[in-house]
């Protein structure tokens, strides 16, 4: 069965400096990986996907994440964050339906 | 191109009631996924519809919850004789057919309907 696994509930991080997000995946075959966002009270927003090519993937509002096939990862990350960035963050496994993991809560300071 | 559209975005009902969810998805899109999420937890996935068709409705409760996908109109969920517990926000997304123009793997999500079980 594929699944993903975040195992950090929450990550505080100061604003200004670089942010991980991490995410491990257990999937049979090729991976297609994603990351969504979610705000307060509203739906997820995409930021990016990996399905095959360049392992360092560009995404929306200057996240990225690195597909790590030895170590089974899709860590998101962001340079230099932003208090805006505050949101609760998931990782996703799609087959025929997304999978998702159970959600990191980013919380950035001023 | 509007986005995924569900209604209502807030519905109140007490125990035994009925709840009906709808979600219309984007314009091109024929597949339909629900997922529900409990108070601070992660995304559930529920069920996956294609128009007239169930194709995996492997996270659905045995009883009391059912959903379809018609020929025409709106995907529904429906919550029969609802309890406390079914209190949650359920969210829909809609994504077009794997390999069709559009395509690019992502589902794309409405607002959230949010169910409250007095």
């Known amino acids: 069965a594929q699944s993903v696994a975040q195992p950090e509930d929450q990550v505080n991080v100061a604003e200004g400096n670089p942010l991980t997000v991490k995410c491990t995946y257990s999937v049979s075959g090729n991976p297609y990986l994603f990351w969504y966002v979610q705000y307060p009270n509203r739906g997820l927003q995409f930021l990016l996907k990996y399905i095959t090519g360049d392992n360092l993937v560009k995404g929306s509002y200057g996240f990225e994440a690195e597909f790590n096939k030895s170590q089974t990862s899709f860590h998101l990350k962001k340079p230099s964050a932003l208090v805006s960035d505050s949101a609760l963050y998931f990782c996703?496994?799609?087959?025929?339906?997304?999978?998702f993991g159970t959600g990191t809560r980013l919380q950035v300071f001023p | 191109n509007a986005g995924v559209m569900q209604n209502p975005r807030h519905l109140v009902r007490r125990r035994g009631q009925e709840a009906r969810l709808r979600c219309s998805p984007m314009k091109g899109h024929s597949h339909v996924y629900w997922y529900r999420q409990l108070p601070e937890e992660g995304l559930k996935f529920m069920v996956y519809l294609q128009k007239e068709n169930i194709i995996d409705e492997s996270g659905m409760p045995k009883e009391r919850f059912s959903a379809e996908f018609p020929k025409e109109g709106p995907s529904i969920l429906r919550i029969q004789q609802v309890v406390r517990g079914d209190s949650a926000a359920y969210f829909c997304?809609?994504?077009?057919?794997?390999?069709?123009?559009?395509?690019?793997?992502?589902?794309?999500f409405g607002e959230g309907s949010r169910l409250t079980v007095l």
């Open positions: 997304a809609s994504s077009p057919v794997a390999g069709a123009p559009g395509s690019t793997g992502e589902l794309f």
């Open positions: 996703a496994v799609r087959s025929d339906k997304l999978i």
